[in-house]
């Protein structure tokens, strides 16, 4: 989703819970990919730098943005950073929600039903280790300002 979307994946050895995410991630990519291709990209946190990489686009008037996880490496007691979200408005509230949860009905603790403050969100940062507990485990999010 950072860039173009593609699955590695053969649709013949597909399960229905499997071809149901696929769909459920091709129309996520589909409302996310303005912002993607013709926002601002923001490097977070570096592959290199630790065991956690993320990336931001948002768009000019810092109204819509994506947000990107990814654990790297297993985690041997090493804390996963807060993500400070260089992208958003400080002078703006934010709606979070989580696009890629495996079962949409229980979505992560990130996908909120409350205002986040883009100060909060640039200075302070989105705890996002719950949903790297995983080794692997990636995250993606959508901010909405309101």
């Known amino acids: 989703m950072t860039g173009r979307l593609g699955m ?7 399960t229905e819970r499997e071809f149901e995410f696929a769909g459920r ?6 409302e996310i990919r303005p912002v993607v291709q013709f926002g601002d990209q923001y490097r977070l946190l570096s592959p290199y730098d630790g ?16 947000v990107f996880a990814y654990r790297m490496d297993y985690l041997c007691d090493q804390a996963v950073p ?10 703006k509230n934010y709606r ?43 995250v993606a999010l959508s901010l909405t300002a309101e």
Request: charged share 25%; net charge positive.
């Open 82 to 91: 807060k993500l400070r979200l260089d992208g958003v408005d400080v002078n």
């Open 96 to 138: 979070i929600k989580d696009l890629t949860p495996a079962d949409p009905s229980r979505p992560s603790n990130l996908d909120g039903n409350k205002l986040v403050s883009g100060r909060i969100l640039k200075y302070v940062g989105l705890n996002v280790a719950s949903s790297l507990g995983r080794p692997y485990a990636s």
């Open 51 to 66: 065991p956690v990489a993320a990336l931001m686009y948002a768009d000019e008037s810092k109204d819509r943005a994506a």
């Open 8 to 14: 590695e994946i053969q649709p013949q050895n597909m």
């Open 25 to 30: 991630a091709v129309a996520t990519y589909k």
